[in-house]
């Protein structure tokens, strides 16, 4: 089959631009200067408070510290048949000002949670909160710190 020049090149260009690519490159979760940014000033509020068949979010925690980039996941339950609402799901990097980080984690969210094979994050502690509700309206919260190796 011939190819025309054209074709060789942009071939060419493409493996030249894949070869330049760290292997270990996955999605920025959060970036180095987000890291940077101040903590908040003051305690971080989390609804916890009464008894409720809300819906039950799980961080499954990975090595401790994690090496970046690392795998993301969270579980998520809903009690008496309802269903989790992946809509009303917000991830928060928790820094002054706050991050929302939905955006990044929605091609990574299924009805039963999260799970982001290759996040990549800036070494050091990193404090998320993620909120979300069931369909019939009922709220969950937690707040956890991923822990990334240098």
């Known amino acids: 089959m011939r190819r025309s020049l054209l074709q060789v090149a942009v071939l060419a260009s493409g493996f030249a631009w894949a070869a330049a690519m760290p292997a270990s490159a996955g999605t920025v979760l959060i970036s180095a200067d987000e ?26 925690a990975t090595a401790d510290p994690a090496k970046s980039p690392m795998r993301l996941q969270l579980k998520f339950e809903s009690f008496g048949g309802s269903r989790i609402d992946t ?18 984690l929605k091609p990574f969210v299924k009805p039963d949670g999260i799970d982001m094979p290759d996040a990549e994050l800036p070494a050091g502690d990193h404090v998320i909160r ?12 937690t707040s956890f710190t991923l822990k990334v190796a240098p």
């Not at 993620?130 to 919260?141: C, L, N, P, W, Y």
């Open 87 to 104: 809509d009303s799901l917000k991830v928060t990097y928790i820094k002054t000002p706050s991050v929302d980080l939905t955006p990044r």
């Open 130 to 141: 993620v909120d979300v509700k069931d369909s019939e309206g009922r709220t969950a919260s």
């Open 35 to 60: 890291a940077k940014l101040p903590p908040p000033a003051g305690a971080v509020a989390v609804a916890t408070r009464g008894i409720t068949r809300g819906p039950k979010i799980a961080y499954v």
